[in-house]
């Protein structure tokens, strides 16, 4: 079956760091460009980040620049977001997605919540 198994996150204070993984199972994790999403109650899902393969491109919303970083190890067919100098806006359930990079299949992986306390 297909999975993106989430992990990582947690209760963390406003300047801390964690590391989110997200890990995929049932399909080709070298095919599929990975996200990450979040999202907090009434609110659609933000693209946080994504990475690419080959070519590992990376991409991040405006407001994580500088203080996340994605990262994929094809080997592990994992994914990981590195999030430091966390604020409390960052508060939010984050989600793994793959999507595939010749067509339109795509997974969602389970919520891991994020809380950043001020």
């Known amino acids: 079956e297909v999975q993106l198994q989430a992990s990582g996150g947690g209760l963390v204070q406003a300047g801390g760091s964690l590391r989110l993984s997200c890990t995929a199972s049932?399909?080709?994790?070298?095919?599929?460009?990975i996200a990450w999403f979040r999202q907090v109650p009434g609110k659609g899902r933000e693209g946080v980040s994504c990475?690419?393969?080959?070519?590992?491109?990376?991409q991040n919303e405006d407001s994580v620049e500088g203080r996340f970083t994605i990262s994929r190890d094809n080997a592990r067919s994992t994914v990981y977001l590195q999030m430091n100098s966390l604020k409390p806006e960052d508060t939010a359930v984050y989600y793994c997605?793959?999507?595939?990079?010749?067509?339109?299949?795509?997974?969602w992986g389970q919520g891991t919540l994020v809380t950043v306390s001020s």
């Open positions: 049932g399909f080709t994790f070298d095919d599929y460009v």
């Open positions: 990475i690419s393969f080959p070519d590992g491109r990376t």
């Open positions: 997605y793959a999507k595939y990079r010749f067509g339109t299949t795509l997974y």
